[in-house]
Structure formats: structure tokens, C-alpha cells
């Protein structure tokens, strides 16, 4: 039988599978334009075909993931808030301190931003690793992950909205939407509770190429001048990995990472992959991130 799928922008070629694993992107010759809409001819037989914009990390893989590292023995998990369609909002936070010395780390805000997630998961996979430096930062600071803001939006395939129709990534000042607005509130409550201390707020999407949103390099943060360490340590310990710094983007739209500088004071991030950046290379690049932020971290003299 076959399907003719319309629909609008041509930033994504539809990927297909059979079996939810093995992913192929739509055939050249399969799909056309009309106008500003792309038109796939779909070819769909006995067996389930998935159509995917980019192949997803969806909330089974990714609640087993959380589950997995909720298990671990300094993990502490949390709900901290439902969404619209009361799907749990999970906290998880890796320490082994009571020191309020905080890294925060969101993502998935934005569906089918998969690339991000993998980075989540492979940054955070390091920070709970076995190694000399994770088991040490892990002494000194509390990583608090909020892998899955959007989870209603990541069920039904939304592009970059709740089920409330709002971009979850454009509210972080009215908070009309109840997933960010809970995902504020967790982290406001940790990071303003006395004797706490926000070291740094990354929240992971995913865009044409991998680029990081930060502040300006004379907009103070806390730790002084960190997104400039780290992102030069990425780059000597990465020179073959091609990604940019943008200081300028959405700075007047109430995005998570205005909102984390504004509020904590911090340095504030969205760290873009590419939507086609190889996975292989996204983990090992998240991990060697991780790395380079733990040092940086205990190497900070205000810690
Ligand atoms: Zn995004």
C-alpha cells in the first residue's frame, strides 16, 4: 500500500525502519517539493514501518537509562513535577557529598533533538564512571540531571512543543507550561537553599552543526570566565572537532540558559550537536567534555 506524507519545512529528510533499530533516510527519488512542503511517498506492507524525522531516543530507552542510573549507590532520584498529560518529571542527582555545590544538566526539551540526548547521556554515563577524577568530583559536587523535560512532546512526536502547544524553551519567563515551570522551580529551590552554590547549567538540543550558546565573555559569571576554559580545553584536548561558540543567540528570548545566568548566576549553555554529527563521535566528545569540566571544577578555587 502506499502513503503519501505531506508535510511542512525541509530542514529533516524522514528516516524509515523496520524494526525501530536500523534506520535508513528516505530515498532520494522517493519524496518531491511542492512549494515550501516536502511530499514522501511512503511504500508500507505487512510489517510496521516507523517514520522518524531523526531516529529517536524515545522515553523507553531513555526511562531505562534513568532507571539504570537511578540504581547507582549515590544516585538520589526525585519527581519533581508531572507534565501536561501527567507524565513523571524525573531529578536525578549523582554525589557522594552534602556539599551544596551544584551542576545542573537538562535536556530533551526539544523532541526530536536526539543528538542532544546522546551527548546527555554519554556527559553524564562519565560523571557516574568508575574513574579517579569522576569518583573525586563526585566528592566535591552534585550533578543534578533532568534528562527528559518534554516528555508528552518526545511521546507524540512533537517537533519543539509541550502538548500545551508552547516551545518549553521560549517560557522560561512566564512559565505557562507546567514541565518548565517544574523543572525551574527543582533547580531554584536546590541552588538558592543556603550555602549553595551553582557552578554551572548546561541544557542539551540539537541544531544544523554543534555549537555552543553562551554568555558574553564580559557578562560575569560564577565560576569567572568557565565557558572560556572549558570550551579551550574541548578544543586542545579535540583539535580535529569542529563545533563554534555563539554568545548572541536568542540572548533576548527567555530561553533555560538566560534564565540560568539571570537566576543563578552562572555560566548558562545550550550545547547544540548536529543533527547528522556521527554518535560515535558525539559520545566520545561528551565524554572528554566531561572530563574537562570535572577538572576545571575541582580545580577552582573558589570551590
Ligand atoms: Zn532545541
Known amino acids: 500500500m502506499k502513503f503519501q506524507l505531506t508535510y511542512p519545512g525541509l530542514t529533516a529528510l524522514p528516516k524509515?525502519?523496520?524494526?525501530?533499530?536500523?534506520?535508513?533516510?528516505?530515498?532520494?527519488?522517493?519524496?518531491?517539493?511542492?512549494?515550501s512542503n516536502r511530499v514522501a511517498q511512503l511504500e508500507v506492507g505487512p510489517q510496521p514501518?516507523?517514520?522518524?524525522a531523526h531516529e529517536p531516543v524515545g522515553l523507553k530507552p531513555l526511562g531505562e537509562w534513568m532507571d539504570a542510573k537511578a540504581k547507582l549507590p549515590f544516585a538520589k532520584e526525585k519527581t519533581i513535577g508531572e507534565s501536561i498529560e501527567k507524565r513523571p518529571l524525573r531529578q536525578l542527582t549523582f554525589g557522594?557529598?552534602?556539599?551544596?555545590?551544584?551542576?545542573?544538566?537538562?535536556?530533551?526539551?526539544?523532541p526530536p533533538e536526539i543528538t542532544g540526548?546522546?551527548?546527555?547521556?554519554?556527559?553524564?554515563?562519565?560523571?557516574?564512571?568508575?574513574?579517579?577524577?569522576?569518583?573525586?568530583?563526585?566528592?566535591q559536587?552534585?550533578?543534578?540531571?533532568?534528562?527528559?523535560?518534554?516528555?508528552?512532546g518526545v511521546e507524540h512526536g512533537h517537533w519543539r512543543s509541550t502538548l500545551g502547544g508552547i516551545?518549553?524553551?521560549?517560557?522560561?519567563e512566564k512559565f505557562t507550561q507546567p514541565e518548565p515551570r517544574a523543572t525551574s522551580e527543582a533547580i531554584a529551590t536546590l541552588a538558592k537553599a543556603p550555602g549553595a552554590r551553582t557552578f554551572l547549567f548546561v541544557d542539551f538540543h540539537s541544531t544544523g552543526e554543534d555549537v555552543f550558546y553562551t554568555q558574553k565573555d564580559d557578562e560575569l559569571t560564577f565560576p569567572k570566565d568557565f565557558t572560556t576554559h572549558w570550551l579551550g580545553a574541548i578544543r586542545t584536548r579535540f583539535p580535529d572537532y569542529k563545533f563554534k561558540r555563539d554568545a548572541g543567540h536568542n540572548v533576548n528570548q527567555p530561553t533555560s540558559k538566560h534564565w540560568a545566568w539571570t537566576t543563578l548566576g552562572c555560566p548558562g549553555i545550550t550545547y547544540e550537536f548536529g543533527y547528522g554529527t556521527d554518535r560515535a563521535l558525539i559520545r566520545k566528545i561528551s565524554s572528554g567534555a566531561a572530563e574537562e569540566m570535572m577538572k576545571l571544577l575541582l580545580a577552582?578555587?573558589?570551590?
Do not use: C, Y
Open 300 to 303: 577552582e578555587p573558589s570551590r
Open 117 to 139: 540526548t546522546v551527548g546527555l547521556m554519554s556527559i553524564v554515563d562519565t560523571i557516574v564512571g568508575d574513574s579517579a577524577l569522576a569518583k573525586k568530583f563526585r566528592r
Open 141 to 152: 559536587f552534585q550533578t543534578v540531571v533532568i534528562p527528559l523535560v518534554n516528555p508528552d
Open 167 to 172: 516551545d518549553p524553551n521560549r517560557d522560561w
Open 96 to 110: 557522594e557529598t552534602t556539599n551544596a555545590n551544584f551542576v545542573f544538566l537538562i535536556g530533551r526539551q526539544h
Open 49 to 52: 514501518l516507523w517514520v522518524f
Open 16 to 35: 524509515l525502519s523496520h524494526d525501530g533499530v536500523k534506520w535508513t533516510p528516505l530515498r532520494s527519488n522517493a519524496w518531491s517539493l511542492a512549494g
